[in-house]
């Protein structure tokens, strides 16, 4: 392919759609490669945004309808960038593009060889709280709506190969390998994204030990009436709606023992959403914000914080909770915390705890880094420019970052940093000329 007054966008979040769009608006080809099999990002798994509780989905779907049909956007879904060579003041890309063993120019995206699949595998769109099948298609809004075979997962039965056939479409090909697929583009923008904090590194807080601990992307998707529970908020151990709910705030960040030093900047703000999600969802819900300082610095978030205090009643405790256990018989958690305000230690008891799980660089970054020579900072992030004046350009020319590939931040920046490094890309394109 020859794309050589093309820009590269690297991941398909909300970033990289919002940077790929602004790119084809200006005439200029965007290719956008995401290693999922659709675009969409951790956004789409999101209930309600930030601070204005506006639905996650009715803003990010007509984005990824958009970029899927736009003339100027090319999508190269299941794909990884595997080398970056320097061509003059543009690139030379090498992008395998893995094989989904499904024809997408026959898949109509019926569903009918999912229906028939006789395994079923933990579905990481719901964060392991339900299951998919070996063939599948990551939500139902995905971009392209196309089915992919979990080759990991997959027993070759070859059913969905026969019922797909039985049906007249025949898109199931098991003799599918790599695709290698080479661009020259003058531009490249890093999108990336993110990835949540492992939180089994924080053995004192007992999740994956305590059916009840859950963590807040778990949250999101159970309050979604498109998640695994309908939007019926339940305990893992009994099915009970909880009647007392702690969330526990700096979870993996602002800690440089058990975690990362800096601050994920969404956690208080999602934590208060949810607070108030959960109290519209069940209306004489308990619930209780232990927090280590809250940082409401965005444009209507204090607005937000004062609502779930005054008009929802949320309870807001000071302290690092050092501890979670729970009590055998009734699977209740107990949460040990010194009130900082105070200095009284307390031990309360709840019928689930949210742990506000912060943000780390994504899986792989490193070796991208590597590939186009991208220095990252110490954090693991990738290295802008001039932190003071221009964030979205890297050190190597050419090369531009947006969203949480440069740091810790919410969806409007990261629509505003997409927009921002769009234009530079563009801009370097046209000075080249």
């Known amino acids: 392919m020859d794309g050589k007054e093309g820009v590269l966008i690297i991941g398909g979040g909300i970033a990289g759609i919002q940077a790929a769009l602004d790119v084809a608006d200006q005439g200029v080809k965007a290719y956008v490669v995401e290693s999922t099999p659709s675009v969409g990002g951790h956004m789409a798994m999101l209930d309600k945004t930030f601070p204005t509780l506006d639905c996650s989905a009715c803003i990010l779907t007509p984005k990824m309808v958009d970029v899927g049909r736009h003339p100027n956007v090319e999508l190269l879904t299941y794909s ?3 080398k970056v060579k320097r061509e003059g003041r543009g690139f030379e890309v090498e992008i395998v593009k893995k094989p989904r063993y499904v024809d997408i120019s026959k898949c109509t995206g019926c569903g009918v060889c999912a229906r028939y699949c006789p395994v079923e ?3 990481d769109f719901n964060a392991g709280m339900d299951v998919r099948k070996a063939i599948y298609v990551p939500f139902p809004q995905a971009v392209p709506l196309k089915y992919t075979i979990d080759e990991e997962h997959c027993i070759r039965c070859e059913l969905c190969k026969r019922i797909c056939e039985s049906i007249g479409a025949g898109a199931v090909n098991f003799d599918q390998v790599a695709e290698e697929v080479n661009l020259n583009v003058g531009a490249i923008i890093i999108a990336t994204g993110y990835k949540p904090f492992d939180v089994r590194q924080k053995k ?7 059916p009840n601990v859950l963590t807040a992307l778990e949250l999101e998707r159970l309050l979604s009436a498109a998640g695994p529970t309908a939007g019926h908020i339940l305990r893992r151990s009994d099915g009970c709606i909880p009647k007392r709910v702690a969330f526990v705030q ?5 800690d440089s023992h058990h975690g990362y030093p800096y601050c994920s900047r969404v956690c208080c703000m999602y934590a208060i959403k ?3 999600l959960l109290k519209e969802h069940i209306p004489d819900v308990d619930v209780t914000i232990f927090y280590m300082d809250i940082r409401t610095y965005g444009k209507g978030f204090e607005e937000l914080y004062q609502r779930a205090k005054e008009e929802f009643k949320v309870r807001f405790r000071r302290g690092r909770v050092a501890r979670i256990y729970e009590i055998p018989e009734t699977h209740n958690l107990v949460v040990r915390v010194e009130d900082t305000e105070t200095g009284e230690i307390l031990q309360e008891e709840f019928e689930m705890v949210v742990l506000s799980v912060g943000l780390a660089p994504a ?3 490193a070796e991208l880094s590597k590939i186009l020579e991208v220095p990252l900072d110490e954090y693991g992030y990738i290295e802008g420019a001039d932190a003071k004046i221009d ?9 531009f970052v947006a969203g949480t590939a440069l740091s810790p931040k919410d969806v409007p920046d990261s629509v505003s ?4 490094a769009a234009m530079k890309a563009v801009t370097f394109l046209r000075g080249r000329k």
């Open 250 to 254: 700096c979870v993996g960040s602002r």
């Open 391 to 399: 964030t979205v350009s890297t050190k190597v020319p050419g090369v």
């Open 80 to 82: 990884e960038v595997r």
């Open 363 to 365: 899986d792989g970054i």
């Open 121 to 123: 595998v933990s579905d």
């Open 417 to 420: 940093e997409a927009s921002a």
């Open 274 to 276: 949810d607070s108030i």
């Open 204 to 210: 004192a807080y007992g999740y994956g030990k305590y």
